[in-house]
């Protein structure tokens, strides 16, 4: 490890990890924001953003981030941070003790039955080997469909795995209420391919929310929708959950079927109270799934349950901030 005598902090651009660096807990800065910081590869630094701290692990750039100062990080430690690709966060070197020991705990409502705690034990050392944990982090294992949770580590806040380290598993499940799920935890590197799509959402999205002066001053008003149309299982819902965890938003998802209702004025009072709920908890993003099913073109409603519910979810679009 290099001796921690660099720069104290660095301001780094975030962009996305690649798809064979998620779950790895590394991030990737070229070789002048190394020597700046004076780590080397396999040291640790602390990655701040506006919700919170990641410790990770410094692994070289790719060749084509030389010189872009930009930092990549998985959407895990973007959520924890608070941080979407674009942003900036402050990084700085920080010094890491080897664990002695790690207490790991399944989360409540995992079905699976542990029978061999110390064979489990094995399993989650060798996921973790190498790698900075801390109390609260997740941990998954997934060729055996089990979830953890770290519930104490020793001898300090923040620590890596090595051989030596003792791995207990606890057979008491941990409470959900103790567990922060929020938003969706599907991120960018989730969805494969589909770069292109994926670039317009955020410069739809993102921008808005992240420079609203920028509209402001050019006198633009940002949409307040988007159509996303496609055979099924081609990543609509998928690309909606990455776009609410990346930033941070309130997610709803409702089936267009689902509002319909033979009774009067029971369909709009629906769709009233899932705006209701957005705004209550913005930002928020509201995911109408089969939306030609309550909202099909203007010409082919022949039906006054169907032209009320258009009418109404149409207002309910301008009324949005």
């Known amino acids: 490890m290099a001796a921690q005598s660099g720069e104290k902090n660095v301001k780094l651009r975030v962009a996305e990890a690649r798809s064979r660096d998620v779950g790895r807990?590394?991030?990737?800065?070229?070789?002048?924001?190394?020597?700046?910081?004076?780590?080397?590869?396999?040291?640790?630094?602390?990655?701040?953003?506006?919700?919170?701290?990641?410790i990770l692990k410094v692994w070289p750039a790719y060749p084509e981030d030389e010189g872009m100062g930009i930092i990549?990080?998985?959407?895990?430690?973007?959520?924890?941070?608070?941080?979407?690709?674009?942003?900036?966060?402050?990084?700085?070197?920080?010094?890491?003790?080897?664990?002695?020991?790690?207490?790991?705990?399944?989360?409540?409502?995992?079905?699976?039955?542990?029978a061999d705690p110390e064979y489990l034990a094995q399993v989650v050392k060798k996921n973790l080997i190498g790698n900075p944990v801390k109390r609260g982090d997740i941990i998954d294992v997934p060729f055996y469909g089990l979830r953890f949770v770290v519930?104490?580590?020793?001898?300090?806040?923040?620590?890596?795995?090595?051989?030596?380290?003792?791995?207990?598993?606890?057979?008491?499940?941990?409470?959900?209420?103790?567990?922060?799920?929020?938003?969706?935890?599907?991120?960018w590197e989730d969805i494969g391919d589909l770069e292109e799509v994926k670039q317009k959402i955020r410069e739809i999205v993102e921008l808005p929310l992240k420079h609203p002066e920028l509209f402001e001053r050019l006198g633009i008003e940002p949409p307040k929708g988007i159509l996303l149309y496609g055979p099924p299982g081609t990543g609509k819902t998928l690309l909606a959950k990455a776009l609410a965890?990346?930033?941070?938003?309130?997610?709803?998802?409702?089936?267009?079927?689902?509002?319909?209702?033979?009774?009067?004025?029971?369909s709009e009072e629906r769709l009233r109270k899932v705006f209701e709920e957005a705004q209550a908890n913005a930002p928020a993003i509201i995911f109408i799934d089969e939306i030609d099913s309550i909202a099909p073109k203007r010409e082919e409603v022949v039906g006054e349950v169907e032209k009320r519910v258009v009418a109404q979810l149409l207002a309910l679009m301008d009324g949005l901030k």
Do not use: C, H, W
């Open 72 to 114: 990549r990080f998985d959407g895990t430690a973007r959520r924890n941070l608070g941080v979407a690709p674009g942003d900036y966060v402050t990084v700085r070197p920080i010094k890491v003790e080897p664990a002695k020991r790690i207490v790991v705990a399944p989360i409540s409502g995992m079905t699976r039955i542990i």
């Open 151 to 187: 519930t104490s580590v020793q001898p300090s806040a923040v620590v890596y795995v090595v051989d030596d380290t003792v791995i207990e598993v606890r057979q008491q499940p941990v409470r959900p209420e103790l567990i922060s799920e929020g938003v969706p935890r599907v991120t």
């Open 245 to 266: 965890n990346e930033i941070g938003a309130y997610f709803i998802s409702i089936n267009g079927p689902e509002i319909m209702s033979k009774f009067y004025g029971e």
């Open 25 to 54: 807990k590394i991030a990737r800065i070229d070789r002048d924001t190394m020597r700046r910081l004076n780590v080397d590869v396999g040291d640790f630094i602390e990655v701040i953003g506006p919700r919170g701290r990641e």
